[in-house]
């Protein structure tokens, strides 16, 4: 089977989709799944950027480096390149629709939060400006379990 792609989408690409993309490329390391994983943002404003420091301070309390990534912008072109592009908000989820070319590119496009029975439906919220990292944190283990059972 190809490797799964999957793309995590916020506004920034600073706080919630890196650390998204960390927390499920740590935990599929550690089941031993092949998945490739990346994360963008619905706008430029940060890109080159490095995730925020309080978000990469959440992640070291949970033994995850996420230094390594930079922000970008997603592109229309991600819709080529991923398989499931996992949103986090309504917002970000109208904004990534309104690029999607086809029926094919829209059905890729879902809430993180749908993954999962507790929250579907929910957007996670946005720690940038309340500093609610540990409740981001908690939201996104949880729905990244539930989506690599899924994937499974
Ligand atoms: P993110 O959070 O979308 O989770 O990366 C934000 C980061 C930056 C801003 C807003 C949200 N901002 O307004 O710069």
């Known amino acids: 089977m190809a490797t799964p792609r999957v793309l995590m989408v916020c506004l920034g690409n600073i706080c919630r989709s890196p650390m998204a993309e960390g927390i499920l490329k740590h935990k599929a390391q550690l089941q031993g799944l092949d998945v490739f994983i990346d994360s963008a943002g619905t706008s430029s404003w940060h890109q080159g950027e490095q995730p925020d420091g309080r978000a990469q301070e959440e992640m070291l309390k949970n033994g995850i480096d996420i230094s390594d990534q930079n922000s970008r912008p997603f592109r229309p072109d991600d819709?080529?390149?991923?398989?499931?592009i996992l949103v986090m908000d309504t917002s970000n989820k109208a904004n990534v629709l309104s690029l999607a070319r086809t029926a094919e590119d829209k059905a890729k496009v879902k809430l993180i939060l749908d993954f999962g029975s507790e929250k579907k439906g929910n957007s996670v919220p946005d720690p940038y400006y309340d500093d609610s990292f540990d409740r981001v944190y908690d939201l996104?283990?949880?729905a990244c379990d539930a989506f690599l059972q899924e994937l499974k």
């Open 79 to 84: 819709f080529d390149h991923f398989d499931h």
């Open 140 to 142: 996104l283990d949880y």
